[in-house]
């Protein structure tokens, strides 16, 4: 008896130690780098288990062993604390960091830009492809209600979701600018300032000159001029759905269509694009100038004028540039 009480003793013993220096060992490995080289990305699925999670870390290179991220994860008591979503994790992350990303729930912040001056149907478009979005869009949305912008996101985020976040943002940017406008403008409507900036945004691109071009549209539309924009034929031209593709001919500049303004007296029936906010500002708060044409210069700005005889010779001068660069391509 006594003999194996000492023989019990000495494996408890064994045990004991052997079960230390595998905790210890386990310890170690849970503590040290992986074996990942770059920083990757890892999509947990929501409802997504310990080892699917586990499963999924070690097909992208994240875990050396998946057994150690399981049984840390346990002895933690954190293994029902993990979030799904998109996870970044960088090289040589330890399945111990690992398993702190997991927890704290801090996804991956994803960015979408939308440029300014694309019609709904481009936004649309830009949505249905974007990566890491899911749900379809069913709709499109009226022209001049999405405000071009960079929006935050995360994986798995509805893109009808996000084009509410657009809507709404285009409404409170509206909303905030709308009490600042100038007094005395030619029109009366928010709509109508959408549509005023909505061609401000598709005729010049470079921020110091939108208030200028504003300012042109303002004294056009005060001494009952046409607006003649040739953004609005292409809108004319293609029913809204995107650019022309070709240059502009006689005939889309006769072309009887309420979106002409070749053709109809003041503001189309509504925006032809969608505006950003800086031309949203300008057609409230228009240039005070005595302007009333102008003309690309061939360096991405406008040559503006005063009367039609400079306004011709600054035209002229752009059709030299445009037909040498023709020559050249």
Known sequence: MARFLVAATFLTAIAIVAGGLFLAWGKAQFESAGPLEESTTVVVPRGAGLERIATLLDRADVLERREVFIWGAR??????????????FPARVSPEEALDILVSGETVVRRITIPEGLVSAQVVAVLSAADGMSGELERVP???????????????????AMLRRMER???DTLESLWPERAEDLPFETREEALTLASIVEKETSVDDERPLVAGVFINRLRRGMRLQSDPTVVYAATEGLGPLGRRITRGDLDREHPYNTYRINGL??????NPGRQSIAAALNPAETDYIYFVADGNGGHAFARTLQEHNRNVAAWRRIRDSQTAED
């Open 142 to 160: 009226p022209q001049g209600t999405l405000l071009p912008e960079t929006y935050n996101y995360r994986w798995g985020e509805d893109r009808a």
């Open 268 to 273: 189309p029936p509504g925006p032809i694009a």
């Open 169 to 171: 943002a285009m409404e």
């Open 75 to 88: 002895l933690t008591q954190q293994a029902h604390r993990l979030k799904a979503g998109e996870f970044a």
